[in-house]
């Protein structure tokens, strides 16, 4: 699936849904919300990435981040993939890297 061209690069707002591209890296030493790299927001996780459990572990962890319920998060695509698209409703905390508009 291709990428969706975002408004600041590797996010959107779409009313109260934060739009974000991410740049999974899986089997990292911690879990860890990065830079910016490119149109995609780094964020490694200690999972390994066995059938899409990475990913699973990787919106647990940013639940957190961002202070909400894990069904509040789409995995709109990139399940099994580090290039993914995730759709998030009404985030209560957000990283620096991204404002709300």
């Known amino acids: 699936m291709k990428a969706k061209n975002l408004k600041h690069l590797f996010y959107e707002w779409q009313g109260d849904i934060l739009v974000l591209n991410i740049l ?4 990292a ?5 990065g830079k910016v790299k490119g149109n995609q927001l780094k964020v490694s ?11 699973d572990y990787m919106v647990a962890f940013l639940a957190k981040e961002f ?9 709109v695509y990139g399940r ?11 985030p209560k905390k957000l990283p620096k890297e991204i404002k709300y508009e």
Do not use: M, N
């Open 24 to 27: 999974g890296t899986p089997a």
């Open 29 to 33: 030493k911690r879990d860890v919300v």
């Open 45 to 55: 996780v200690k999972a390994q990435p066995v059938a899409g459990r990475a990913t």
């Open 67 to 75: 202070g909400i319920k894990i069904s509040d998060f789409e995995v």
């Open 80 to 90: 099994e993939s580090i290039h993914k698209q995730l759709r998030i409703k009404a």
